[in-house]
């Protein structure tokens, strides 16, 4: 994955995080996402060696694009999305 850029929805705790977590240990860099988790996102994503976090609920329009956006502004390409992103009532 070394060179990869993998952005993870609803990553700043549980399957999410291990998830950004699993992908950085395998070199890549990797751009943390949750909707209301924000000190925890940026928590995961200052953990791992080279990540960014966005705060946006991917329910809401343009944020998925903005998403892509930032992965394309700081790496230049965006390689894999894992869409983690979920609710439980």
């Known amino acids: 994955m070394a060179g990869r850029v993998v952005a993870v929805t609803g990553s700043s705790s549980g399957i999410g995080a291990a998830t950004a977590r699993a992908f950085a ?46 992965a394309q502004e700081h790496w230049g390409r965006l390689d894999v999305l894992v869409n983690n992103a979920g609710i439980t009532a």
Not at 31 to 44: F, Q, T
């Open 25 to 70: 240990a395998e070199g890549a860099s990797v751009l943390v996402n949750s909707a209301r988790s924000v000190d925890e996102g940026r928590a995961v994503a200052s953990s791992l060696p080279d990540a960014r976090y966005v705060q946006g609920d991917i329910t809401e329009p343009g944020v998925p694009e903005h998403i892509v956006e930032v």
